[in-house]
């Protein structure tokens, strides 16, 4: 498959996880890229974060502190390393 297959193959099954997930969805094609795909790839992006994120805190890269609100830790450069 070229790029632009593998590409157009890859939002066809964004589009349709979101659709099993959401079936009673319905949107335009500028709501379809604005809203289902761009959250579906900002959710997978935050794993893939979130993972990254952790390594380097166990590495002690970063370190993570409790934030008092509900966003959860916030990461820095260790000062310890520099």
């Known amino acids: 498959m070229c790029e632009w297959e593998d590409r157009v193959s890859n939002v066809a099954h964004e589009i349709e ?8 969805a319905a949107d335009s094609l500028e709501g ?4 289902w795909i761009a ?3 900002i959710r997978t992006e935050l794993e893939v974060v979130r993972a990254a994120l952790e390594q380097l805190s166990h590495s ?8 008092t609100g509900k966003r959860g830790p916030i990461y820095r450069l260790n000062n310890k390393n520099h």
Do not use: F, K
């Open 39 to 41: 959250r579906q790839r």
């Open 60 to 67: 002690g890269i970063v370190s993570a502190r409790q934030d």
């Open 32 to 35: 379809i890229a604005s809203w």
């Open 17 to 24: 996880h979101y659709l099993e997930s959401h079936p009673q």
